[in-house]
């Protein structure tokens, strides 16, 4: 499905409905240039399960993790890989430990990092931004 928003809340709004269908344990790549979307995207998400705190891009801090208090899903992990540059550093994220937990959903940027293919995706979601208009493709 192709989505179409022009604002921040319509972003958030379709992040909404893609969270309704999830269940937890899965992974969902978004991938897609700076500045389309993707971190609102996990704040409409984030929102829809209830976390009421401040979701911010995991850019710097490679992986973000907001708790749920609410429901069977627990944990949302954010991660950013565009700043990983040795395959070793996957590692060190004990992403086995993680990903794939029935309880938890986990949300990565720029996945085309991961070039040993340690994670692989449930959903792939492309974000693309053409003047004021951002595209939401899943």
């Known amino acids: 499905m192709m989505y179409q928003s022009h604002n921040e ?8 409905r893609f969270a309704s269908t999830l269940k937890g344990g899965e992974t969902v790549f978004l991938k897609g240039d700076l500045g389309t979307g993707k971190t609102t995207f996990v704040r409409g998400v984030a929102e829809y399960f209830g976390f009421g705190g401040v979701v911010r891009s995991p850019t710097f801090t490679i992986m973000n993790r ?3 208090d609410q429901g069977p ?15 070793s550093e996957f590692t060190a994220l004990a992403l086995e430990e993680e990903l794939g937990r029935p309880d938890t959903i986990a949300f990565i940027e720029w996945p085309e990092k991961d070039t040993q ?3 692989f995706a449930t959903y792939q979601i492309h974000f693309s931004c053409t003047g004021s208009i951002h595209e939401i493709e899943y």
Request: hydrophobic letters at 40%; charged letters at 30%.
């Open 9 to 16: 809340e319509e972003t958030k709004q379709i992040a909404r």
């Open 117 to 119: 293919q340690f994670v």
């Open 73 to 87: 899903i627990k944990v949302i992990l954010h991660m950013d890989f565009y700043r990983i540059e040795d395959p």
């Open 66 to 68: 907001y708790s749920i």
